[in-house]
């Protein structure tokens, strides 16, 4: 199913068009037939030549319902733009089109309806030009009479080839169902109903109101005024909840699959269409189907900071416009960079955000996402709609590398610091470092800890490594850090020579526990093996030698020894065909 959102100026024929496509009142209360005028969103479905359905969001044009238009509009993907060829382009042909482009929505035609009773030429012609510079681009342009007929099948043809180039939905996403009506049916309870943009819904499922976080059931389903057992993106769909009372939901609240969307009352957004100086303090943000009231904080020349009034379940990348509720004024489009932006407590903080936002532009970037944070979770980046693509340091924990470095430097300091407070201690209690160095966790702490440190009954003590001899020791933390960012890049026996450790001297870092060696002058640090199987277990399996040796970034020389001893120690299996799998633990 295709859905379709109309747009246009007061009057100027959706609803008729809508009516005469699909042979459905989009008008559903007695006070907007009696005033021939929409009020709030209709919704009506057809069939098109292809076989393909299309569902249509019919919106109000009148200048005083834009808010409803713009709950019609925020989660629909392609519209139809409606304009009345006797009277042209207006001030809501305008103002609409500019919700559109704010939204980014890229799919589009325009109709240009009451071709009886005026040439659609002039009317066609302006419309083309108007839409060509924004989201929309180069559009179909059909001029049609509801009253003749002429042009409708054009229209639907028309139809046809823009549903036909609407991307895929990602049906096994998680629903995010942005709720645009609520009512109660006598026996049935509570029912929402709203475009399902991707995933999917059973009868039976659990879901969640983002708000509260209240877990309801989805009791019956009806897509097309018809039960279903199961509905699909994209999709209009009905949705019968078990669990909550009608006056609970409203327009605006978003079911959600349990767990998988943050809900922030704090964001740092890009600003088009308006100068951010200009905007006032407090505005509208429309985004989906819900319009909450914002304070806006200027950071930068076209970024700003927004505390929503209540929070909702956004992700990066999520367009919405801004309104100016006071002027009835649409005052800008907002791209949303940061959906969980660090607080701005300290001086300069606010130039310093500014200065990071001015490299963001909305789309999902694991890697900056990680190295902005230092430290984050991957369910909690996947929570803001940025895949995870890095491979945890410990547990779900991703980390920037130089953060991680410079923790492990810290972690050191420490461990000499509390030896000298301590001097009857043996080590240091984990949970101590822990809260020294600021982290979450304890196993990010025991993560941390690199010969010659070690972590023994909840401390971190120091390792035999320290009976070293205090060259080989030192040539040893030289190849730590040169094997910090690429840990499997073992060095060459010369480049070995040059860090101070020719044959006896790694033979006594291999006997100490200092270094792990693979074959001959092939070494690597000790926790190369776990780091190792976690890289592999971040594989597609089985995987390849080629394969294991890029994940790794490094080179058949270390690889097919480091695979063989992983092999050996029961982490890694070898199938027939040369190829191997993480063994499950
Ligand atoms: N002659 C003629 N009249 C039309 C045509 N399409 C719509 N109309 C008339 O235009 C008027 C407004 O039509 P609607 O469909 O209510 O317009 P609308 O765009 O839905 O208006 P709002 O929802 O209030 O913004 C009605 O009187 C329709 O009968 C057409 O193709 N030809
Ligand atoms: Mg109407």
Known sequence: MWVVATAGHVDHGKSTLVRVLTGMEPDRWAEERRRGMTIDLGFAWTSLPSGATVAFVDVPGHERFVPNMLAGVGP????????????????????????????????????????????????????????AGTSLGAVEVVPVS???????????????????????PVVDGPVRLWVDRCFTVR?????????????????GDEVA????????????LHSLGTARDEVSAVSRVAVNLRGVVRERVARGDVLVTPEAFGCTGLVDVRVSGASVADLPASVMLHVGSAAVPVRVRPLG????????ARPLPLL?????????PGRRLVAGGVTLLDVAPP?????????????????????ADPVGEVRRRGLVRGSDLARMGVPVTVAPVVGDWLVDDEHWAGLGVRLVAEVSRYAVEHPLESGVPVEVLRQRLGLPERSLVEALVRVPLRVYAGRVVAGSVSVLPEPVARAVDRLGVELRSRPFRAPEADRLVELGLGAREVGAAVRAGALLRLAGTVVLLPGA?????????????????????????TTRRVAVPLLELLDSRGVTRRLPGDVRTVVSR
Not at 301 to 308: I, K, S
Not at 316 to 324: F, I, M, P
């Open 76 to 131: 629909v993907p392609a519209a139809l733009l409606v304009v009345a060829a006797d009277e042209g382009w207006m001030p809501q042909s305008a103002e609409h089109l500019a919700v559109l482009d704010a939204l980014g929505v890229s799919f589009g035609l325009v109709a240009v309806t009451r071709a009886d009773l005026a040439d659609p030429g002039p009317a066609a012609a302006r419309a083309r030009a108007e839409v």
């Open 146 to 168: 509801a009253v003749t007929g002429a042009g409708l099948p054009e229209l639907r043809a028309a139809l046809d080839r823009l549903g036909a180039r609407l991307p895929a």
């Open 187 to 203: 026996g049935a309870g509570t029912v929402v109903t709203g475009t399902l943009r991707a995933g999917r819904l059973r009868v």
């Open 209 to 220: 109101v983002a708000a509260d976080g209240t877990r309801v059931r989805v009791r019956g």
């Open 301 to 308: 020349p076209d970024t700003a900071r927004l505390r929503l």
């Open 316 to 324: 990066v990348g999520d367009r919405a416009v801004l309104r100016d």
């Open 343 to 363: 607080p701005l407590a300290r001086r300069g903080a606010a130039a310093v955000r500014a200065a990071v936002l001015a490299g963001l532009d909305g789309r």
């Open 529 to 553: 093996v776990e780091q190792a199987a976690r890289v592999l277990a971040g594989l597609p399996q089985p995987f390849t030698l080629s394969a294991a040796r890029q994940a790794l970034d």
